[in-house]
């Protein structure tokens, strides 16, 4: 029980970075009513977007407190080219034919941009270093927090507010909302619905771009790999907390990522059960509380917000 604080803040610093994910499969779920199994590939583009500026465009030497707002910049517009391209090219096309099409669409693009990514960086063929924030770690009683992990704390709820701020308060948000509850009245009400699912894509890949910048500074390397699990991870907090509701998204991350965190640590201390509560058994418990929710409560914590379009 001593350890729980710490275990508590492990969970919501892992709970906070599904949730930057999942928040860009909420938004085109709750838009166009598409499951973008491409979007854990988006979060790693922007972590190796973000790892080309320190390596090839920056000078050497230069400080991380200079680098990372360049290095986070480059990341959101790698990260936003691949989803606005991916959505004009790959998804758009397919937005009136039968779900089945974009689905495996989504599927065959999450492997191309993991096999781009092995092809043309060469580095990413194994795990690439990913430069760190000096300083650190730093203690609050029990709890020991990193660094990297300042930066995570800081992001998820500015990001958060921000979204909250955009879909709330500005006139391309009160489009989204209204595109998301009827896209064909929307359209006739004068909302330009292409453009309104494009910022959607645009912004759920910002914020993926954040998580994966995060993820770095976290754990100290990137790979090609590294969207696939994390990405199905955030699908999972999405439905957790409510597809296509914003702010279940990151409560959905939140709760997931500590049970994950709680679930690893402690049981292996349940006689009989020590095996189970290895690393390697993270990832199976997390789909065990998916399943869960959806046998007794299928619509998510926050219940879902997506129109009736049948």
Known sequence: MNELP??????????????????????????????????????????????????????????????????????VIVSVLVAVGAERFAYRPLRTAPRLAP????????????????????????????????????????????TGDIFLLAAAPISMAVLAYFVMKTRTGRGMQATAQDPDTAKLMGVNTDRIIVVAF?????????????????????????????????????????????????????????????????ISDIPGMDKFGSQTWADVWAFVLLILVLLFRPQGLLGERVADRA
Not at 9 to 14: A, D, E
Not at 52 to 69: F, H
Not at 231 to 255: D, Q, R, S
Request: charged share 5%; net charge neutral; proline share 3%.
């Open 103 to 146: 689905l495996i669409t989504a599927i065959g693009l999450s492997l191309a941009l993991q096999q781009a990514v092995w092809a043309w960086y060469p580095e990413a063929k194994s795990a690439r270093t990913f430069p760190q924030i000096p300083g650190g770690p730093f203690h609050i009683g029990s709890v020991t927090i990193q």
């Open 202 to 266: 645009a912004l759920g890949a910002a914020f993926a771009a954040v998580g994966g910048v995060a993820y770095g500074l976290k754990y100290g390397q990137i790979d090609f790999r590294m969207g696939f699990i994390l990405g199905l991870k955030a699908f999972t907090a999405a439905v957790l907390g409510g597809i296509g509701n914003i702010y279940g998204a990151m409560i959905g991350g939140v709760v997931l990522g500590i049970a994950e965190t709680l679930a690893t640590a402690y």
């Open 6 to 75: 710490q275990q508590l803040v492990n969970g919501l610093l892992l709970g906070s970075m599904y949730g930057l994910v999942a928040i860009g499969y909420t938004m085109v779920y709750g838009i166009v009513q598409l499951i973008n199994f491409a979007h854990g590939e988006i979060f790693m583009t922007g972590a190796f977007g973000a790892l080309t500026v320190y390596v090839y465009i920056l000078p050497d030497g230069t400080s991380m407190w200079v680098a990372l707002p360049l290095m986070l910049i480059g990341a």
